[in-house]
């Protein structure tokens, strides 16, 4: 290796981005939030089959690598292939459609029992919060039972994919849960 490879090497632009992987169920609007934040407009989008990953440079200090993960109930046994090296998950969830909200927690509660997971931070993102007759932070926090996490970091935060509202902010916090690890 020569000087020069070796002297980018020790750069930091040459360090290890954190990978963050997004999932929740289908239609909860993860394709959609993710390119809203990487290229800024909205897209049309269609059901995940597989996955997406995007370089999410948030600012200079602020990058990612995201997994945004298939979410219909077919692709849920794979998530956890997912997971392995992951420094913090996304779960995004769909404010506005209470009859999901059981089978949000249940998919919730498989992923954070994997042992791929021990003590990863947990960002709940609360969609569609600009939607009429959305569920508030405090209910979706309940439906979830997140109270119930208690051997990992998280937080719950509402946001808008279709607006932007919220977005940034979240995975600004999602890098201060990881350096809290």
């Known amino acids: 290796m020569g000087p020069n490879l070796q002297k980018q090497m020790k750069d930091k632009k040459f360090k290890k981005v954190p990978q963050v992987v997004l999932m929740g169920l289908d239609s909860a609007g993860k394709s959609t939030l993710l390119y809203r934040l990487h290229r800024g407009v909205i897209m049309d989008t269609s059901p995940t089959i597989g996955f997406n990953v995007v370089t999410l440079e948030l600012n200079k200090k602020t990058v990612f690598t995201v997994w945004d993960v298939g979410g219909q109930g077919s692709m849920r046994s794979n998530w956890r292939y997912y997971l392995e090296g992951c ?95």
């Open 87 to 181: 420094k913090a998950v996304v779960f995004v969830v769909d404010a506005s459609d209470r009859t999901r909200m059981e089978e949000a927690k249940t998919a919730l509660k498989t992923i954070l029992s994997d042992d791929n997971l021990e003590d990863v931070p947990l960002m709940v993102l609360a969609n569609k919060t600009d939607l009429p007759n959305s569920m508030e932070l405090k209910e979706v926090c309940q439906q979830l039972d997140l109270e119930s996490c208690t051997n990992r970091v998280w937080e719950i935060q509402a946001c808008s994919a279709l607006k932007g509202l919220g977005l940034e902010q979240a995975f600004l916090s999602v890098a201060k849960l990881i350096h809290k690890q």
